[in-house]
């Protein structure tokens, strides 16, 4: 592993794969000690061409969303605001899943009655 120094930027692109196909590139260079006048930043950019069916500002199939950041304390607030949408769509898809098969049994006990 290299060694880490305040000049490091961090950097990861993948590729999902599922019924539809994105792809993400993510990049950043740590804690630059303040707003955006310290050179901090954070961007994504996600994509697609692979059929996946987005719209994003209105714009269908747009191909491609970037997302700029500078500065510290947006990096962070961003990065709460990702995990709390991520645990709010996981836990109402449990549980929507959840009522579902709940429903889907009920009918099968009573089909059988």
Do not use: D, H, M, T
């Given at each position: 592993m290299?060694?880490?120094t305040k000049d490091t930027i961090f950097r990861k692109s993948e590729q999902i794969v599922d019924y539809c196909i994105m792809d993400y590139t993510v990049e950043h260079n740590g804690y630059m000690g303040g707003d955006a006048g310290h050179g901090g930043y954070l961007n994504i950019v996600f994509e697609t061409d692979y059929g996946t069916y987005w719209e994003v500002n209105g714009k269908v199939?747009?191909?491609?969303?970037?997302?700029?950041?500078?500065?510290d304390s947006e990096k962070e607030v961003f990065i709460t605001m990702l995990k709390n949408i991520v645990t709010?769509?996981?836990?109402?898809?449990?549980?929507h899943d959840k009522a579902l098969r709940e429903e889907y049994e009920a009918k099968q006990l009573a089909a059988k009655k």
């Open positions: 290299e060694k880490i199939q747009p191909g491609k969303l970037s997302i700029r950041l500078e500065g709010f769509v996981e836990a109402n898809l449990e549980a």
